[in-house]
């Protein structure tokens, strides 16, 4: 597999040892759990951004939202991931679903060299389902109190975060397939 013309993977890990493996995409879309097996399968650290910000800040997402709000938060969340991307040796990055959307971020992340952006991309009937069933946790949509006032929501907030996840090196559909499906699909595709 090739970026700017040198191979990121070889089998024997010589180019191996240092990779990122972010991986972007909508609330939802399974980044945490994709990026948990997939940093085991390749034997590789997982770190979750969103983790990581709760550690670093020492509280659940929801206070910090509330009590700093959100322009702290994207703030946080930039930092924290680029200080991530600077740590040595190879990791699979989960970040939140607006990481890649502010402050330049995904830019950064194709700029970066050993950096491997990876989309998992979920539908909206899939991301509407998955969400009305875990939206507590996530301040951005909780308040959101039907079915069909997600759905419009998520319809309209993906339209505007394509144009960012689109610009990921690799893409994954990834409804109706489970983890394991999802990671070996990756795996075959970086080796
Ligand atoms: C957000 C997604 C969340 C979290 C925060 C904001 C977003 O992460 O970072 O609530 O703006 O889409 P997940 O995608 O892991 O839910």
């Known amino acids: 597999m090739k970026k700017n013309g040198s191979f ?6 010589q180019v191996f040892s240092n990779m990122k493996i972010v991986l972007i995409g909508y609330m939802g879309s ?14 590789t650290k997982f770190l ?3 983790a990581e910000i709760e550690k670093e800040e020492k509280m659940l997402l929801s206070n ?4 700093k709000g959100e322009i702290y938060f994207r703030k946080r969340e930039r930092t ?3 200080n991530l991307l600077a740590q040595e040796g190879t990791s699979v990055i989960a970040t939140g679903g607006g990481t890649p959307c ?3 971020v995904m830019q950064e992340l194709l700029n970066t060299p050993n950096v491997m952006t990876i989309y998992l991309k979920a539908s909206l009937a899939t991301l509407t389902d998955r969400l009305a069933l875990e939206k507590e946790k996530r301040p951005i949509i909780a308040h959101l109190n039907t079915e069909a006032l997600l759905n419009d929501f998520i319809r309209k907030h993906l339209f505007e975060r394509n144009f960012y996840y689109f610009q990921a090196e690799k893409s994954v559909k990834v409804d109706d397939k489970t983890v394991t499906a999802i990671v070996e699909e990756i795996v075959v595709d970086l080796f």
């Open 8 to 13: 990121f993977f070889s089998l024997n890990n």
């Open 64 to 67: 910090l939202f509330d009590k």
């Open 80 to 82: 924290i991931l680029l």
């Open 102 to 104: 502010y402050g330049n």
């Open 48 to 50: 979750d951004l969103d």
């Open 30 to 43: 399974g980044k945490s759990a994709v990026g948990n097996q997939l940093a085991q399968t390749l034997s």
